[in-house]
């Protein structure tokens, strides 16, 4: 019978994964080739029979630099991304600033305009959290009629998690004075498109942080070097890369990626509209599409849980396509708007079943099912696809995405 | 007046910082090149900008494959480390071994001597850990008559920290059942020196993991591809990489690298063996050797603190070498056997000072005075040197190493 175990059995079946072969004389490896050694390096990189592990990139060929690049999630483990795997939506190429060039400025219902270069900005108090980022566009193969036969990183991969470090941006906003009437924020990256969005005034006098480091050295290119705007919890398109320029407003400016896109057509033809917080999402990694079961026996169902609003509460798991669900086990540390890790011991009697997770987080909310969440939004969405995820495990050990 | 500043006045310094330049018409970046723009790739690497921060390579010509590379510590911010910049001490080269080729043996007094391929191990149950991981001979520098002139990562920097992900070993000690009267494990790694060490049973069965991951991704070649033994707050060089024999006994194996090396010399002559826990230590990494402040003014103290003994309690802070203490702020998440950041507000009034930090663990352990130290350890010590660091701070804003 398949079954989720609790924790006490999951720490007895410790004694009971049978996975191990009989015992071989002599030692480990024998009849291997005698390894090649080399040497030290400055900068490490992945072993070389893990090269295939890498970010899979989709762009457009009629709009250079315009695309995504996913991260595999399928292969990864813990929280946190590595940042040469995370994910990139450039809507026009990554600009190579020269820091000895680079400005930020603050301007607009402020007393007093403020220039920073990177000299100033290096020498004030920073803070390191440890968040998630994702594109309000992930996961929006989830619209589709039919379910998307990917892996799970080339499906949900434009989410990663870095320890990023920089300067609180309410600190230089106090600096400049903000005129009281201000409600707004005009955010300017200084990439060829100029990319431009709105934000509320409050939120950046309450955790934004102005990020120079990621993973614990200075940003990547394409992440936004030098400079990037984090907001905990809000879509990526508003984390404003190679940030150059803050003009605080009464009014957002309505550009082009807050009217024509990420917004949210909703059934009645009307569109949400700043829709900023990304919300409750969780999902099995292993197993995950594409991956086969070599038989049945025991398995850690292992995945990851976020989401927009706070830290998460609760993961249950099913598989069952959601008829019945059990707790997974939260793996420490559970940090706000982090990525968290789950994991549950299954027992797989080799029959078909479909494998589902479900967050819900310190505010409450909780993941929808696909049902629910299309029976809102309608089938005209793109933006924001939040909905259980789930796998199906055939008889053979197959597993795929389906909708259930 | 030089000063640690309180919380409140802290906050309030944001105001006071001083920093900015006044602010200049127009655009930012104004009359700098128009940025080159690149396109999006498989795996990312540093900034161009940035590839001046590496690890620095310090090995014995006579004595290839044997060596340290250092983690430039000063370079980087929160608590993780980049894989790429993972310190490295070798001893004999660093082996490129074929996944498919390699095996785990556990064997010794166990009731069935059992034998694992990766595919295995990579079945069995997780977990991820965020960890420190310090060479038992990182910080020896400090042993010498004289202050070392070196930037903080050249000389402290032989420890890392990373997110591991493995399968508690526990599981298959259990699994491979251990003769009631075995006391030690040797462990030995598939480098060409074929590196032992003897390690306790009792921390095997604790929190020992078979670390596959490291920070999110499979580990690198350097770290111990496939398969490293992690042993939570321990010194590096009993987390064998390459890991490949466990072999269950009644005795330690006296080994090279626990009788010849990695003990510590005592003033009557006597040696102190199978000192494994590293001890509690932290240093300022900002300001630190090297750097250069401009002027009198607020700046952000800021350093790593860690004890293998469990977390960080509080760390505090000097700026006149011990005399006086004030405690600085630990940044979330603090966590069991992890590095700790640390940082304080200093207003600094333009006149010498020396800069000192001071961690005390969970269970009350304190990091010693360099006299203290010296006073208990006497002269000969090569290993664990954890005492208080002091950076001075000259009136034109260098900053250096004394002993104070």
Redo the contacts between chains.
């Keep these: 019978m398949s079954e989720f175990l609790d924790r006490r059995a999951?720490l007895q079946a410790?004694?009971r994964?049978s996975?191990?072969?009989?015992?071989?004389p002599g030692?480990?490896?024998e009849?291997?080739?005698a390894?090649?050694?080399?040497?030290?390096?400055?900068?490490?990189?992945?072993?070389?029979?893990?090269?295939h592990?890498?970010?899979?990139?989709g762009?457009n060929p009629r709009m250079?630099?315009n695309?995504v690049?996913w991260t595999p999630l399928e292969?990864?483990?813990?929280?946190?991304?590595?940042?040469?795997?995370?994910f990139?939506r450039?809507h026009?190429?990554?600009?190579?600033?020269?820091?000895q060039?680079?400005?930020?400025?603050i301007?607009g219902m402020v007393q007093?305009?403020?220039?920073?270069?990177l000299t100033?900005l290096l020498?004030?108090?920073?803070?390191?959290r440890?968040l998630f980022l994702e594109c309000g566009g992930n996961s929006n193969a989830g619209w589709h009629a039919e379910p998307m036969q990917k892996p799970v990183g080339a499906f949900h991969g434009l989410v990663s998690c870095s320890?990023w470090?920089g300067v609180p941006l309410?600190?230089l906003l106090?600096?400049a004075g903000i005129d009281p009437r201000a409600r707004w924020v005009i955010a300017t990256g200084?990439?060829?498109a100029a990319t431009e969005v709105s934000l509320p005034l409050a939120k950046l006098q309450d955790d934004a942080l102005l990020a120079?480091?990621q993973?614990?050295?200075?940003?990547?290119?394409?992440?936004g070097?030098?400079l990037r705007l984090i907001l905990p919890g809000w879509e990526g398109v508003r984390q404003i890369k190679w940030l150059?320029?803050l003009e605080v407003t009464d009014r957002p400016a309505m550009s082009r990626n807050e009217t024509a896109q990420y917004t949210q057509l909703l059934p009645d033809g009307r569109a949400r509209q700043f829709d900023f917080v990304m919300g409750p999402k969780s999902l099995i990694t292993s197993p995950s599409h594409g991956q086969r079961l070599p038989g049945a026996g025991l398995?850690?169902v292992?995945g990851l849980a976020w989401s927009g609003h706070g830290a998460v509460a609760a993961v249950d798991v099913s598989q069952d396509g959601g008829r019945h669900w059990v707790p997974a086990r939260l793996?420490?540390?559970v940090?706000d708007r982090c990525f968290t890790?789950f994991?549950a011991?299954w027992q797989w009697d080799g029959t078909p079943a479909v494998l589902q997770s479900r967050v819900r987080d310190q505010l409450g909310n909780l993941q929808p099912g696909r049902a629910a969440l299309i029976a809102e939004r309608g089938r005209n969405g793109y933006f924001h696809y939040n909905a259980v995820v789930s796998w199906a495990v055939d008889g053979d050990g197959a597993v795929r995405h389906v909708y259930a």
């Excluded at 060039?101 to 400025?105: G, K, Q, S």
């Excluded at 020498?123 to 390191?128: E, H």
């Design positions: 999951f410790g004694l994964w996975l191990v072969m009989p015992a071989l030692l480990a490896a009849g291997a080739p390894p090649q050694s080399t040497g030290f390096s400055n900068y490490g990189q992945p072993a070389p029979s893990e090269r592990v890498i970010r899979l990139i762009s250079p630099g695309g690049s292969a990864l483990e813990g929280i946190l991304t590595p940042s040469g795997l995370h990139e450039h026009n190429g990554i600009p190579e600033i020269d820091p060039h680079f400005a930020l400025l301007h007093q305009p403020l220039r920073f270069d100033d020498r004030y108090p920073r803070q390191s440890a320890e470090t309410r600190l106090a600096e200084a990439d060829t120079l480091y993973n614990g050295e200075r940003l990547r290119l394409e992440n070097y030098p150059t320029r398995y850690e292992s793996e420490a540390p940090l890790r994991r011991a």
